[in-house]
C-alpha cells in the first residue's frame, strides 16, 4: 500500500512514523510536509486545502491511501475530491466534518443523539452579548463557533475577560458560543469510525493551557500522555456506547455517515462523560503520544476504515507501558511566536541513558540554505517518549528534551505530573 499524508506538523511526523513501522505500507509522502519527515519519507509541496492540487498529487504519487490530517482541508471537502477522483480516503466529508467546523452544527447533533454536553448559546450579534452573558457564571467558557486551532477559547472567571473575548469574535465577524462550565478531569478519546463501527483509541489527556499548573492562555497544545492510570477501563465503554455510538448513528440518520477520526474531547463530572467539544481528526499532541504505543499495522486500520470495512479489521494491539508528548514552543507562543531561530540537539537519538525512549517530531520547522534546522511555527518541535510507567516516560521525555536548544524557547515541565503524583480523581457519581 503506497500511503500519501496530508499535512505538515508534528501529527503528520507521529502518522508517517507508525506508518513506517506496518508491513504492508510500501511507500510513504507526505505533502508538504516537513524537515523531520523528510527525512523518513518522500516529501512534496501541495497547498493542503486545494482540492485539485491534493487530488493530482494523489494520482502521481500512485496513492493507496490518503490520510488527511489537519480540520481545515477536511472542513473544506479535501476528503470528498479525493474520494470522487476515486481513490480511499481517511478523513469524512465535508458534511460531516461540520461536527467540528460548527459547534453550534455539532450540539444539534448531540442533542439529538441525546448525548450529554454543555448548555449553550450562540450569539451573532454585539447587542446580544452582555445579556447573553449574564446567562452564564460564574466560570465563563466563550468559543469561537468555528475552527480556531484549539486558541478560539476563553475559560475564565473574569466576566470582562468573557466580554472582551465574545466583542472580539464579534467584531471578526465570527459567531460566539457560550457554555455552562463543565468540571471534572478532561479525557480525550480518538475513535475510528466508520459509519456506525466504532473502534476506540487509547484515551490520553491533553494540557492546553501554556503554563505549569494550568496557568496562561490556551494554546494548540502543550503536551499528553497516555494511558490514563486514573480512568477505569470502564469509563472508556462507557463514552463508546453513551457518546460515540450515538452521535454515529445520529449522523448516519442524517445522511452524512462519519469516515475517519472522531475526536471526543470529554469532562469526566458527577453525572458521568460530558463532551466539551468533538474534533473530525487525529487530536495534535495526543496523537504523537497514542501512536507512539500502537503495536499493529495502522495503515490496515486507516485503510478498512476508509474502505467501509471497519468492521471486519483487526482491532489494534497496544505496547505496554506509557507515553508522554512534551511541546517544545517558541518564544512568544502562543502569541506572535518568533522564528527563524538555529535549533540544535534535536538530530539523533541517544544510544543509551534515560533519552534513548524518547523521539523528536518536527511540528514548525524549515531548513536553511546551509542545512541548519530553523523554527518556523509556534509549536516547533515534540519529544516523544514511551516508558514502563508514565513517571519513566517522563523522564526520558525531560531528559531528551534539555539537550534541544532554541533561543527563547520553552515547555512545560509539569505534562503528566498530576497524574504520576496521583493528584487525578474522577468525582463521586450523583
Same mark, same amino acid.
Given at each position: 500500500?503506497?500511503?500519501?499524508?496530508?499535512?505538515?506538523?508534528?501529527?503528520?511526523?507521529?502518522?508517517?512514523?507508525?506508518?513506517?513501522? /506496518?508491513?504492508?505500507?510500501?511507500?510513504?509522502?507526505?505533502?508538504?510536509?516537513?524537515?523531520?519527515?523528510?527525512?523518513?519519507?518522500?516529501?512534496?509541496?501541495?497547498?493542503?486545502?486545494?482540492?485539485?492540487?491534493?487530488?493530482?498529487?494523489?494520482?502521481?504519487? =500512485?496513492?493507496?491511501?490518503?490520510?488527511?490530517?489537519?480540520?481545515?482541508?477536511?472542513?473544506?471537502?479535501?476528503?470528498? %475530491?479525493?474520494?470522487?477522483?476515486?481513490?480511499?480516503?481517511?478523513?469524512?466529508?465535508?458534511?460531516?466534518?461540520?461536527?467540528?467546523?460548527?459547534? =453550534?452544527?455539532?450540539? /444539534?447533533?448531540?442533542?439529538?443523539?441525546?448525548?450529554?454536553?454543555?448548555?449553550? +448559546?450562540?450569539?451573532?450579534?454585539?447587542?446580544?452579548?452582555?445579556?447573553?452573558?449574564?446567562?452564564?457564571?460564574?466560570?465563563?467558557?466563550?468559543?469561537? *463557533?468555528?475552527? =480556531?486551532?484549539?486558541?478560539?477559547?476563553?475559560?475564565?472567571?473574569?466576566?470582562?475577560?468573557?466580554? /472582551?473575548?465574545?466583542?472580539?469574535?464579534? +467584531?471578526?465577524?465570527?459567531?460566539?458560543?457560550?457554555?455552562?462550565?463543565?468540571?471534572?478531569? +478532561?479525557?480525550?478519546?480518538?475513535?475510528?469510525?466508520?459509519?456506525?463501527?466504532?473502534?476506540?483509541? @487509547?484515551?490520553?489527556?491533553?494540557?492546553?493551557?501554556?503554563? *505549569?499548573?494550568?496557568?496562561?492562555?490556551?494554546?494548540?497544545?502543550?503536551?499528553?500522555?497516555?494511558?490514563?492510570?486514573?480512568?477505569?477501563?470502564?469509563?472508556?465503554?462507557?463514552?463508546?456506547?453513551?457518546?460515540?455510538?450515538?452521535?454515529?448513528?445520529?449522523?448516519?440518520?442524517?445522511?452524512?455517515?462519519?469516515?475517519?477520526?472522531?475526536?471526543?474531547?470529554?469532562?469526566?463530572?458527577?453525572?458521568?462523560?460530558?463532551?466539551?467539544?468533538?474534533?473530525?481528526?487525529?487530536?495534535?499532541?495526543?496523537?504523537?503520544?497514542?501512536?507512539?504505543?500502537?503495536?499493529?499495522?495502522?495503515?490496515?486500520?486507516?485503510?478498512?476504515?476508509?474502505?467501509?470495512?471497519?468492521?471486519?479489521?483487526?482491532?489494534?494491539?497496544?505496547?505496554?507501558?506509557?507515553?508522554?508528548?512534551?511541546?517544545?514552543?517558541?518564544?512568544?507562543?502562543?502569541?506572535?511566536?518568533?522564528?527563524? /531561530?538555529?535549533?540544535?540537539?534535536?538530530?539523533?537519538?541517544?544510544?543509551?541513558?534515560?533519552?534513548?525512549?524518547?523521539?523528536?517530531?518536527? =511540528?514548525?520547522?524549515?531548513?536553511?540554505?546551509?542545512?541548519? @534546522?530553523?523554527?518556523?511555527?509556534?509549536?516547533?518541535?515534540?519529544?516523544?517518549?514511551?516508558?514502563?510507567?508514565? %513517571?519513566? %516516560?517522563?523522564?526520558?521525555?525531560?531528559?531528551?528534551?534539555?539537550?534541544?536548544?532554541?533561543?527563547?524557547?520553552?515547555?512545560?515541565?509539569?505534562?503528566?505530573?498530576?497524574?504520576?503524583?496521583?493528584?487525578?480523581?474522577?468525582?463521586?457519581?450523583?
Amino acid at each position: 500500500m503506497r500511503v500519501l499524508v496530508i499535512g505538515s506538523g508534528a501529527r503528520e511526523h507521529a502518522l508517517v512514523e507508525a506508518l513506517r513501522r /506496518d508491513p504492508g505500507v510500501t511507500a510513504i509522502a507526505a505533502a508538504p510536509g516537513n524537515p523531520g519527515i523528510g527525512q523518513v519519507a518522500e516529501v512534496r509541496a501541495v497547498d493542503p486545502a486545494g482540492a485539485d492540487a491534493v487530488v493530482g498529487l494523489a494520482r502521481d504519487f =500512485a496513492a493507496d491511501l490518503v490520510v488527511i490530517g489537519p480540520e481545515v482541508p477536511l472542513v473544506l471537502g479535501i476528503a470528498d %475530491a479525493v474520494r470522487a477522483a476515486g481513490i480511499a480516503c481517511f478523513g469524512p466529508s465535508a458534511a460531516a466534518a461540520r461536527i467540528e467546523g460548527s459547534k =453550534a452544527f455539532a450540539k /444539534d447533533v448531540m442533542a439529538a443523539a441525546g448525548v450529554r454536553t454543555a448548555h449553550s +448559546e450562540v450569539v451573532d450579534h454585539p447587542g446580544e452579548l452582555d445579556a447573553a452573558l449574564d446567562r452564564f457564571g460564574p466560570t465563563w467558557v466563550v468559543k469561537d *463557533d468555528g475552527l =480556531a486551532a484549539g486558541k478560539g477559547v476563553v475559560v475564565t472567571t473574569d466576566r470582562s475577560a468573557a466580554r /472582551d473575548h465574545g466583542a472580539e469574535l464579534l +467584531e471578526q465577524g465570527h459567531p460566539v458560543l457560550l457554555e455552562s462550565f463543565l468540571d471534572g478531569p +478532561e479525557v480525550s478519546l480518538f475513535c475510528l469510525v466508520d459509519g456506525e463501527t466504532v473502534v476506540p483509541l @487509547l484515551p490520553a489527556q491533553d494540557h492546553k493551557r501554556v503554563g *505549569d499548573g494550568d496557568t496562561g492562555p490556551n494554546t494548540g497544545g502543550m503536551g499528553a500522555y497516555t494511558p490514563l492510570p486514573w480512568l477505569p477501563p470502564e469509563t472508556v465503554t462507557e463514552i463508546v456506547d453513551d457518546v460515540v455510538k450515538p452521535v454515529a448513528a445520529e449522523m448516519v440518520r442524517r445522511g452524512v455517515p462519519f469516515s475517519g477520526l472522531l475526536y471526543a474531547g470529554l469532562a469526566i463530572g458527577q453525572a458521568g462523560p460530558a463532551v466539551v467539544e468533538f474534533n473530525c481528526r487525529f487530536g495534535d499532541p495526543e496523537t504523537q503520544a497514542v501512536l507512539a504505543l500502537l503495536d499493529s499495522p495502522l495503515g490496515a486500520l486507516l485503510h478498512a476504515t476508509a474502505t467501509g470495512t471497519l468492521a471486519q479489521a483487526q482491532p489494534p494491539v497496544w505496547k505496554d507501558g506509557a507515553a508522554i508528548t512534551v511541546v517544545l514552543a517558541a518564544e512568544n507562543y502562543p502569541g506572535r511566536p518568533r522564528t527563524g /531561530d538555529v535549533i540544535s540537539g534535536a538530530e539523533g537519538t541517544p544510544a543509551s541513558g534515560p533519552g534513548a525512549n524518547a523521539e523528536v517530531l518536527h =511540528a514548525g520547522t524549515s531548513l536553511r540554505a546551509d542545512g541548519a @534546522l530553523l523554527s518556523a511555527g509556534g509549536r516547533v518541535l515534540n519529544v516523544v517518549a514511551t516508558g514502563a510507567d508514565l %513517571a519513566e %516516560a517522563r523522564a526520558n521525555a525531560y531528559e531528551r528534551i534539555a539537550g534541544i536548544k532554541l533561543p527563547g524557547s520553552h515547555f512545560r515541565t509539569d505534562i503528566g505530573l498530576a497524574a504520576v503524583e496521583d493528584r487525578i480523581s474522577l468525582p463521586t457519581r450523583v
